[in-house]
């Protein structure tokens, strides 16, 4: 038996591979840029930016749909009201590079909803989980597509989920879809399921739990130099003293031992970055890139903040606190621009390069073609982007 998965899982790592390119482009250069910003939503005149959406390709579109914003302009420390969204968006790649957006029959999802889990595979994105309006986590996943000659999104409702999850990961390998972590009912999951798409009746199945309970992770699928397995890097947990533990961990999940085997924590070169939010891709062969994130150096300071206003017991301390964390929060300079490259046959990291511009968190990084692209997600806290990075490797 462990023969045959072995047999079909070296399937899947040359598939990667293919997808990823022939060539090992992992160390080399990325020209970054962005070709194109999130256009309005239907009936309105201004794209204010959406984190948290699912995203993915299918039959030749970026197709990005929901997320999140505060649409009102008051930030959530000003008593902004988050909006939660169902718009879908389709983009179009012309022969010669020219980006445009394509009018799709169905312009929403079934729900409004963020922060759900999306990995693509042939058949479209798998979408599942989600904060919605009236809850913070969902048990929805669906299938979501292009079909070209409706020029139409088509959904496929899939098995719900075991529990209720926001804020977890996703990849996949061929038809096998891994959901890792998250949280549900307020706390961090260890929680990890597999649904695989070519059974008869598809339906969640539990594989080993993470070594940490977590959310805010990125997963990436990649070769570990014999078949592809899952990655896991970076994340958090939130704990009842309101201060959140930040990880930089690397875990690697075996599926032939059903077992998660931890790896070299990411470093700068100089010493451990502990990281969230963050997105990535496989490149070539052997690479992961870890793109942007935020490292929560600040991230820490204003739970701390509120961790202190709540214990406050006068009105001025509380007054002086707010006012202190309201500096802080005015004066952020937006989450990381670092981009990190592990190896993971070597098993270790190195930082490669920077953005030449804010990072952008709580989104999920896709390789569309050969170049790597990220719609929308947060730049500062509260403050969502509408741009779609792309970046682009470049020959030495």
């Known amino acids: 038996m462990k023969f045959?998965?072995?047999?079909?899982?070296?399937?899947?790592?040359?598939?990667l591979a293919g997808q990823v390119m022939a060539q090992d482009k992992g160390s080399e250069k990325i020209s970054w840029s962005v070709p194109v910003?999130?256009?309005?939503?239907?009936?309105?005149?201004?794209?204010l930016g959406l984190a948290g959406v699912f995203t993915g390709t299918s039959n030749g579109v970026l197709i990005i749909a929901g997320g999140s914003n505060f649409a009102d302009g008051a930030m959530p420390w000003q008593g902004g009201k988050k909006l939660h969204y169902d718009d879908v968006?389709?983009?179009?790649?012309?022969?010669?590079?020219?980006?445009?957006?394509?009018?799709?029959?169905?312009?929403?999802?079934?729900?409004?909803?963020?922060?759900?889990?999306?990995?693509?595979?042939?058949?479209?994105?798998?979408?599942?989980?989600?904060?919605?309006?009236?809850?913070?986590?969902?048990?929805?996943?669906?299938?979501?597509?292009?079909?070209?000659?409706?020029?139409?999104?088509a959904f496929t409702d899939l098995p719900s989920l075991p529990l209720p999850l926001g804020n977890a990961c996703m990849t996949s390998i061929?038809?096998?879809?891994?959901?890792?972590?998250?949280?549900?009912?307020?706390?961090?999951?260890?929680?990890?399921?597999?649904?695989n798409l070519a059974d008869q009746e598809p339906r969640w199945k539990a594989i080993a739990d993470l070594p940490t309970a977590m959310s805010h992770s990125v997963a990436v699928t990649q070769s570990n130099g014999k078949y592809p397995c899952v990655y896991v890097i970076g994340g958090r947990s939130s704990t009842a003293s309101g201060i959140s533990d930040l990880h930089g961990y690397t875990f690697c999940?075996?599926?032939?031992?059903?077992?998660?085997?931890?790896?070299?924590?990411?470093?700068?070169?100089?010493?451990?970055?502990?990281?969230?939010?963050?997105?990535?891709?496989?490149?070539?062969t052997r690479h992961i890139l870890l793109i942007g994130g935020d490292k929560g150096a600040i991230f820490h300071q204003i739970e701390t903040y509120?961790?202190?206003i709540a214990k406050a017991k006068t009105d001025e301390e509380k007054q002086s606190l707010q006012q202190q964390k309201l500096t802080?929060?005015?004066?952020?300079?937006?989450?990381?621009k670092d981009v990190f490259q592990f190896n993971t046959v070597s098993n270790s990291w190195q930082k490669i390069g920077q953005l030449p511009f804010y990072g952008q968190v709580t989104t999920t990084a896709v390789l569309w073609g050969s170049e790597i692209f990220i719609p929308g997600g947060e730049i500062k806290p509260g403050i969502r982007t509408a741009a779609v990075s792309m970046g682009k490797f470049n020959s030495k």
């Open 174 to 195: 061929g038809k096998v879809i891994y959901l890792i972590g998250g949280e549900s009912e307020g706390k961090p999951s260890a929680k990890c399921f597999t649904l």
């Open 89 to 153: 968006y389709v983009l179009e790649k012309g022969d010669t590079g020219k980006f445009n957006w394509l009018k799709p029959k169905t312009e929403h999802l079934p729900q409004k909803i963020a922060y759900g889990a999306s990995t693509t595979i042939p058949e479209g994105i798998v979408c599942a989980g989600g904060e919605t309006e009236t809850s913070a986590g969902s048990t929805n996943v669906f299938l979501m597509n292009w079909d070209p000659e409706k020029k139409d999104v």
């Open 306 to 308: 509120n961790a202190l």
């Open 253 to 284: 999940y075996d599926p032939l031992i059903n077992k998660w085997i931890g790896l070299s924590k990411v470093t700068d070169d100089k010493q451990q970055v502990n990281i969230s939010a963050a997105t990535a891709v496989a490149a070539g």
């Open 328 to 336: 802080l929060l005015n004066n952020h300079q937006g989450f990381s």
């Open 37 to 47: 910003r999130i256009p309005p939503a239907p009936g309105t005149d201004k794209q």
């Open 4 to 15: 045959i998965i072995y047999i079909l899982l070296m399937t899947g790592s040359i598939a």
